[in-house]
Every structure is written in structure tokens, then in C-alpha cells.
């Protein structure tokens, strides 16, 4: 894929207040240093496809398996 080519992900509405609430939970965290809340299992799952549906769109294959217990890392 290109690298000037624009991605686009089309989100319904639950999963795009989903990975609202997240990306604002993970800055306030960065930001303030308190905890990010706790995933419910139906938002896991909805951003869960996200992922990797934005993955599949930059080209990147996801990296199941690969965790180990080892500390984050950017995929990209």
C-alpha cells in the first residue's frame, strides 16, 4: 500500500464512542497518571476489531502470539 494513500475505517456508532472513551482514557492516564478503566468485554471486542482491521488496512499483520508478557511496543 502507498504511503500517501489515505485510510479509512467506517465505525458504527457503539464502537466509535468506544474507542472514543478509550483514546481519552489512555490521555488522561498519560496525562494525569490515573488508571485507564477497565474494558468492558463487548468494547474489547469491538475495538479488538478495529485493530485490526486498521492493521489489515496499513498493511501491517497482527501480531497475535507475539505478546509474551513483554512490555508494549509500537507495531508501526
Do not use: C, F
Not at 481519552?24 to 490515573?34: R, T
Not at 479488538?48 to 511496543?73: E, F, I, N, Q, T
Amino acid at each position: 500500500m502507498p504511503e500517501d494513500r489515505d485510510v479509512v475505517l467506517r465505525l458504527d456508532r457503539p464502537t466509535a464512542t468506544s474507542l472514543a472513551d478509550l483514546i481519552y482514557n489512555i490521555g488522561e492516564h498519560q496525562a494525569a497518571g490515573l488508571p485507564v478503566a477497565e474494558l468492558s468485554t463487548d468494547d474489547s471486542e469491538r475495538l479488538g476489531r478495529v485493530l485490526h482491521d486498521l492493521w489489515r488496512a496499513l498493511g501491517v499483520s497482527p501480531p497475535y502470539g507475539d505478546g509474551g508478557g513483554k512490555a508494549p511496543r509500537r507495531r508501526i
